[in-house]
Every structure is written in C-alpha cells, then in structure tokens.
C-alpha cells in the first residue's frame, strides 16, 4: 500500500537549504508543515506550525513528531549524534519517510567523504540506511552538488564576481553538478509527492553540469571580460594545508572550503549525475543565457 505524505515536519527551516524547502513545501499546498526549533521564532510563515524542541532530547523531538508523516533534517550541525538523534526519534514516534541533510556531494563518494568535512554525513548516511534496511523507517537523500546561486554570491567556489577574480582548481576543467536552492526546495518537495518512486535511494539533481572554468566564463561574459583576474591554484596544497589546520582544532570556513573546493576536483565527486532525476523532481536544467542573467542578477544585488 502506497503512504502518502501529509504530515511534513522540518528542522533547519531558516538555512540555506531549508528555507528553500519550506518554500517549496508551502508552494504545494499539500502538506501540513510543523517547523522544530531551539526558540520560538516569529519570522517564520503563520501558516506553518512551530514546536521549540530540545535537540539533545530524544523525548523531546520525538513528541514533537508524533503524527508526522515525513520529516526533513535541513540542519548543518557536524556532530552526527543530532542527525542520528533526529533519525531515532523519527523511528521512536512511526515516522514513515527521513530525508538527511545531504544535499551535497554523492554520498558514494567515498574518497571524498572521508575527508573530515563529511564524516559526520557520512555516519548518518549509514546509519539511516541500517535503520531502513531494518524496515523502521524509508529514506530519500537527494544529492544537488553545489548550490549555484549560493556559489555566485559569496565566491566560495572561486569564482568572485564582486572583485571579478576567479581561482581556478588546477585547469578548473572537472565537469561538476551546480544546483539553485530554490531547485532543491522543489527537488526536496516532489520526493515527498512522488514517496513510492523515491523511496531508499538517492536522488540526483542540477540545474547545471558544468566546470568551474565554464561557470567562469560565463560570468565573464555576462559581466564583461574586462578587468578580470584569472589564476590557478593547487587544491592538493590547499587541502593538504586545511588538513594541517584541522588537526591542531582550527577549524574556519577557509580550512572548510580548502576540503570542499579539492572534492570539486576529483572524479568521484560528480559520480551518479551520467542519470539525473531532474525530470521526477520537476528540476529544470538552465540555459547558458539562465545563467549569465542570474549571474547578472546577483551582481546588481551586491551593488545596492
């Protein structure tokens, strides 16, 4: 018998990702949307209902998800015992569909996700597939590669359109998935619809497959080629370096980066997007056009 989803419950609704969700939910008009938070939080839509949980309490998110449907972890905590908490009491309160926090690289990976940036996914990612091999609870993990439109605006993947400065990754040719957040809203979204066709599997998305030198070129070409600084850098040696820093406990968003921007540059980390389930998940892919006016877009944004 096929479960249709109702009852959404969603942790992280204020995030990147998970206010593109919560979005994309209400957009529906289909689910019942409970958000679960620290604190009470007044900016949140009145249409959806909130419940102030305790994230260190299994009692307490499990009473938080009694009669759920599905629920969402859109958090970005690294310690993996908050998503495994959030996984046993969606079990402990008969939850029927977990989508984790992955959002991210293939989470069959595993060169890549050994790296420290994504042990704790990684953890969960087996955990939550022991759990449903037990027949406790399904799963749908939806991977997207990197956020495009979070990329442009804060030039994590190397490619500043405010100072028109692009790092390239080696030659920054590796051919890699991009996703726009409000895509992994909707992708997010139509698993919930579509439970029965995406039910324990992983779910692959983009709105663009592209390399870092194209996306480059596009922003250029959108920009206007002038005044640009072009220039390579070895991702090995920031990597080795970022690994050198994360031993010693110093751990910053450029030690971060230094780990995800070397995983940009592996072959594995595009691994499973040769099939994407854009077309299931209502995804549209965008032309080179799309591109260069969000990328328009957003430098007009950074000016005002």
């Known amino acids: 018998m096929t479960q249709t989803i109702k009852n959404v419950a969603l942790a992280g609704a204020t995030g990147n990702a998970g206010s593109n969700i919560l979005t ?18 007044p900016n949140l839509p009145t249409s959806v209902t909130t419940q102030v949980v305790d994230f260190d309490s299994l009692d307490s998110i499990t009473a938080a998800l009694e009669g759920q449907d599905a629920f969402i972890d859109a958090t970005s905590v690294p310690d993996p ?3 495994i908490r959030l996984i046993d009491a969606s079990v402990a309160a ?8 992955e959002f991210s690289i293939d989470p069959t990976a595993t060169n890549c996700r050994a790296l420290p940036v994504f042990a704790g996914k990684a953890k969960v990612y087996d955990y939550l597939r022991q ?24 030039g994590f993947s190397n490619i500043d359109i405010a100072k028109k400065r692009i790092d390239l990754l080696n030659d920054g040719s590796h051919v890699t998935p991009w996703t726009l957040l409000s895509s992994v809203g909707k992708a997010v979204a139509n698993a919930l619809l579509r ?3 995406t039910k324990d599997r992983t779910c692959y998305v983009c709105s663009i497959m592209k390399s870092q030198k194209e996306v480059g070129e596009l922003a250029q070409q959108a920009l ?28 910053t968003v450029e030690v971060i980066g230094g780990m995800i921007r070397w995983t940009l540059t592996q072959p594995e980390s595009a691994a499973g997007w040769a099939k994407n389930d854009n077309e299931l ?7 080179d056009e799309e591109v260069k006016q969000l990328i328009k877009q957003i430098a007009e944004e950074m000016k005002a």
Do not use: C
């Open 24 to 41: 994309a939910l209400l957009d529906t008009g289909k689910f019942t949307i409970t958000v679960l938070t620290r604190k009470p939080n």
């Open 81 to 83: 015992s908050v998503a």
């Open 94 to 101: 008969g939850v029927h569909r977990f989508i984790p926090a």
């Open 131 to 154: 759990v449903a091999a037990d027949g406790r609870i399904t799963y749908t993990s939806i991977s997207t590669g990197a956020f495009l439109d979070w990329n442009l605006r804060t």
């Open 195 to 197: 439970a029965e066709e």
């Open 224 to 251: 206007g080629k002038e005044g640009w600084s072009v220039q390579s850098q070895d991702p090995a040696k920031a990597l080795e370096d970022a690994m050198a820093q994360f031993k010693v406990g110093n751990v």
């Open 281 to 287: 998940l209502g995804v549209p892919t965008l032309t």
